[in-house]
């Protein structure tokens, strides 16, 4: 299957790619703000702005697609990744096997999506993770979701009032939306985002979803949109929440400490990590989710 006998999902894949485009600009923004609030004596310095890189894919023989990579190192967030691609080929025969669809269409895919993850430098500030993406082959579909990574001990429980309040504002994303599902989509998040090697989740959770299509593309869609606006004013609530909030060098140590099983399930077990590393895609991007600075005891 060619690119022009897809032209069923050209206004679907430009539709999605804008508002993935334009969900990236509106993060950025608030991150930005955020940076500007932080005052001393807690922050000092200058405020963080993020240096946006365009990136193409493959050799440049032939037009694969790209992206443009937004990272930032500032006073509030010591890492942050904010990131757009739109990317197309053929995945190899291996790979093409495990994806639905892309054995009629000949291994040939096209996909875009923003990617983000947050590392603060405040350990009272939960470290957070969301993207969303579009992925057709000879079908279109959905994936995705946001979860919560708070990083000292007594915040990592579920009555935690800030994995409440995340965890309320995915539930709202998804009651709006026919066949959205919270409850699967929750469960899902905590069987995916689970280190197996330690018996232990990666955080507190949130919505995660793959594979999403109940056969009505602009309802999909819909819901992919509130995911994302919900987690663009949830998420920086949560940082100004905290930021405030002075710490101690035995938090900051314990935050490094957990900030390990961040790094050990995102190399060990991540599929968008998997995915990107499989498809060709930026490598700055996909490993720019490993947090700055990490410890193992």
Known sequence: MTDTETAGFTGRKAQASAWFRALQ?????RFEAIEDAAVPPLYRGEAGRFDLKAWRRGDGSEDLGGGRMGLMRGKVFEKVGVHFSE???TFSEAFAAQ????????????ASGISLIAHPLNPRVPAAHMNTRMLVTSEAWFGGGGDLTPLLAYQRDQDFVDTVDFHAAMKAACDTHPGADYAHMKEHCETYFHLPHRSEPR?????????????DWEADFAFTQEVGRKFADIYPGLVRRRMIEPWSEAEREAQLI?????VEYNLLYDRGTTFGLKTGGNIESILSSMPPVVKWP
């Not at 600009?25 to 923004?29: M, S, T, Y």
């Not at 639905?100 to 096209?110: H, L, T, V």
């Not at 955080?203 to 056969?215: E, P, V």
């Open 25 to 29: 600009e509106e993060i950025i923004g």
């Open 87 to 89: 990317v197309h080929g």
């Open 99 to 110: 994806i639905p669809g892309a054995d009629k269409s000949g291994g040939r895919f096209w």
């Open 203 to 215: 955080g507190t959770g949130g919505i995660f979803y793959d594979r999403f299509n109940t056969g």
């Open 258 to 262: 957990q900030r390990g099983r961040y």
